[in-house]
């Protein structure tokens, strides 16, 4: 089983606690005006590109609907979000993480790879001398590098303190409703990841004790 550094497992479970808090506020927040828009503006339900449903009381944070506790939630875990993240990009950089265990080469992109990784998955051999199989290698850095950055940087511009400050990421993004509207894609696609990656994680529980203790070394393998 691969060994996870102290920096990592830090990392995964203050993260997983900033992102439940982030996503339930962040459902009181859509439940405010359940209409997403393109552009700079959008108030009228006829110009929206989407309708969004209402989610239930007990889905939310405050359970209960309250615009205001909600974005207080909200603001608050988006601080360890964002400075964990940039953290993490940092120890990952430092100690080789990155390098060792996300990079990715073509051949890891093909059909036959992806098949041979969910094989490997199902044998429960998944964590190979080499480090994460090229789908585990993929999706995670799908993830750090996409998902996560665009969840603080489309934040970052549908703040209304943010735009007067930082016109030029507004801008970049297509708009503020632009911004709120890949806000939430990449919300909903963060939770898909998370919907796999706990399922992934329950089919053999000594991933969960390692991401816990650290696991154990295996020969070859810098942890």
């Known amino acids: 089983m691969m060994k996870h550094r102290l920096s990592t497992r830090l990392w995964h ?20 005006h359940r209409y997403l828009y393109w552009g700079n503006y959008g108030f009228d339900p006829a110009d929206a590109w989407a309708r969004v449903v209402r989610f239930p009381a007990w889905a939310t944070i405050p359970q209960r609907y309250d615009l205001a506790e909600a974005r207080d939630w909200h603001s ?13 990009w940092a120890a990952m950089l430092a100690n080789g993480h990155f390098r060792q265990r996300l990079s990715t080469r073509p051949a890891d992109w093909t059909p036959r ?26 999706l995670y850095g799908m993830v750090l590098g996409v998902l996560l950055p665009a969840m603080v940087l489309t ?8 735009e007067p400050a930082m016109p030029w990421l507004v801008d970049i993004l297509g708009g503020r409703q632009s911004a709120r509207s890949l806000h939430f894609i990449a919300a909903w696609g963060l939770f898909g990841f998370v919907v796999i990656h706990v399922v992934l994680a329950l089919t053999d529980w ?11 070394r295996k020969e070859g393998i810098d942890g």
């Open 155 to 162: 934040g970052l511009a549908i703040s209304p303190g943010i």
């Open 76 to 88: 608050l875990a988006a601080w360890p979000f964002a400075l964990g993240l940039l953290l993490i």
């Open 206 to 216: 000594r991933r969960i004790g390692a991401m816990v203790t650290g696991g154990r």
């Open 113 to 138: 790879a992806f098949i041979a990784s969910l094989r490997a998955h199902a044998r429960g051999a998944g964590d190979v001398d080499s480090g994460y199989s090229p789908v585990q290698r993929i």
């Open 13 to 32: 479970w203050m993260n997983a606690i900033v992102i439940v808090v982030l996503f339930m506020s962040g459902l009181n927040i859509s439940n405010a």
